[in-house]
């Protein structure tokens, strides 16, 4: 059982950048890949950028460099750093945690992008 809590989403214009932060708890020792997701309302959930427990990561086309996923091994943390944000980022950003037999989703955090 792995908890996900995001943290960082909120209002910005465009060209702005925002941290968000996903903190896992529980069985973090068996979770293989850490990512981030984003749906905006009435599209389908995509994949953001994810990040492998031996530290390999991938990154959706979109993402262009403006993108960068971390993680924090010590405190079971993973990172999302987006810089010159597009009012097309607009979405509820949500982490997720794959283990073997489930995937385990945070809440997620509401990313608003004005112009």
């Known amino acids: 059982q792995v908890q996900l809590v995001e943290s960082g989403g909120g209002l910005v214009q465009a060209g702005g950048s925002l941290r968000l932060s996903c903190a896992a708890s529980g069985s973090a020792f068996s979770i293989a890949t850490m990512g981030w997701y984003r749906q905006a309302p009435g599209k389908q959930r995509e994949l953001v950028a994810a990040?492998?427990?031996?530290?390999?990561?991938n990154y959706a086309d979109f993402v262009k460099g403006r993108f960068t996923i971390s993680r924090d091994i010590a405190k079971n943390t993973v990172y999302l750093q987006i810089d010159s944000l597009k009012p097309e980022d607009t979405a509820v950003y949500y982490c997720?945690?794959?283990?073997?037999?489930?995937?385990?989703w945070g809440q997620g955090t509401q990313v608003t992008v004005s112009s």
């Open positions: 990040i492998t427990r031996d530290g390999s990561i």
């Open positions: 997720a945690a794959d283990q073997l037999l489930r995937t385990s």
